[in-house]
Each structure stands twice: as C-alpha cells, then as structure tokens.
C-alpha cells in the first residue's frame, strides 16, 4: 500500500501483516480510533514533507513487532489522548540508503 489512509473512530482497527508487510504513506487516526499494528514496516518516504508517518489525534494504539520510520520529520505526531504501546519495535529515521 503506498498513499495515505485516514482511520476514522467508531470500532478497532487491526493491521497485521506478514514479515515483509511495507505501509508507505501518512496514516491519519483520528480521535477516539484504536488498535494494533503488527509484524508490518510503515513508513513515510518524502523527505520535503512536514507529515509524519503517523499523526495520532486521540485513542490507543499498539505497535507489536513492527517497524515505523520516516524519511524528514517525525514518526509519530501525538495530540489530545493519544497513546502509543511499543513491543518489540524499531522506530526512527532513515536515509537514502535505507529507503525501500
């Protein structure tokens, strides 16, 4: 998937991929929206954008096994309630050598 998804609340989401699962884009997640992203590598690769990889605007979210990076700004934007679980993740940048 390469684009930008907006979540909005109302139920959970569960994102759960495969070992070589790539999320490339800005994923919005609006408050009161919850859930878990496992086993997938996201990231956001435009070096000339102020987005993050994430914008979180409220709710729960847990990251299992997974990676998150992002190419020029943030990997994760957090506002109002918002909360982030990480187990066993990598988080941070990346270079041009580490773009997919």
Known sequence: ????????????LQVVGPTSAQLCGHWLLHP????TFTGIA???GDP????ATFEILGGV???EHAEVTAAAIDVAHLSGDAAV???????????DSHRR
Do not use: E, T, Y
């Open 1 to 12: 998937w390469n684009g930008q998804m907006a979540i909005p609340a109302n139920r959970p």
């Open 32 to 35: 009161g929206s919850r859930g």
């Open 42 to 44: 996201a990231f956001w």
């Open 48 to 51: 000339d954008s102020s987005k």
């Open 61 to 63: 979210w847990r990251f």
């Open 85 to 95: 679980l990480l187990h066993q993740c990598v988080v941070g940048g990346m270079d």
